[in-house]
């Protein structure tokens, strides 16, 4: 009888450690899984940067017609910023890279390019992009001061 409840013993030993390496695989595929949708949200922005004019990233104004011709590019900026404050919002992004990303949209916003392209795309978007307006709305006084030149 001893040896039966010694193998018991075991058995429930050896279930217990397997669950607990099967909740450990999970944690990782779930973190990995996240970094790899992270990782495709990294490269679709730099294909989005990649089209609006060097002059804007610096922080340098654009002419009427830069800006006009490049208004599509910042629409596409302005819709993958939603998106990405979306899924941070139902948890498909990590806090850490969330706080990074907006960040950096903050730190875009605020330069006079794109502080005037977001506040003609939410005027003339109506409703949408109400995830990035939450984060920084075009009606924020540093607007006002960045598109007065």
């Not at 009427?64 to 011709?69: A, C, M, S």
């Not at 540093?142 to 598109?147: A, C, D, G, L, Q």
Request: charged residues 25%; hydrophobic residues 40%; contains cysteine.
């Amino acid at each position: 009888m001893q040896t039966i409840e010694v193998l018991s013993a075991l058995a429930h030993i050896a279930t217990a450690l397997a669950v607990g390496v099967a909740a450990f695989q999970l944690r990782a595929a779930h973190k990995q899984s996240i970094t790899s949708f992270e990782d495709s949200l990294t490269k679709e922005y730099r294909e989005v940067a990649s089209n609006l004019p060097l002059k804007a990233l610096l922080g340098e104004s654009l002419e009427d017609r830069e800006h006009q011709d490049h208004l599509k590019y910042f629409y596409r900026y302005f819709d993958l910023c939603n998106e990405q404050a979306f899924l941070h919002k139902v948890g498909r992004i990590s806090d850490p890279t969330w706080k990074f990303w907006q960040d950096g949209i903050l730190t875009n916003l605020r330069r006079p390019a794109f502080a005037r392209a977001w506040c003609e795309i939410a005027h003339r978007a109506n409703d949408d992009f109400s995830e990035l307006r939450a984060i920084c709305s075009p009606e924020d006084e540093f607007f006002h001061h960045s598109t007065d030149a």
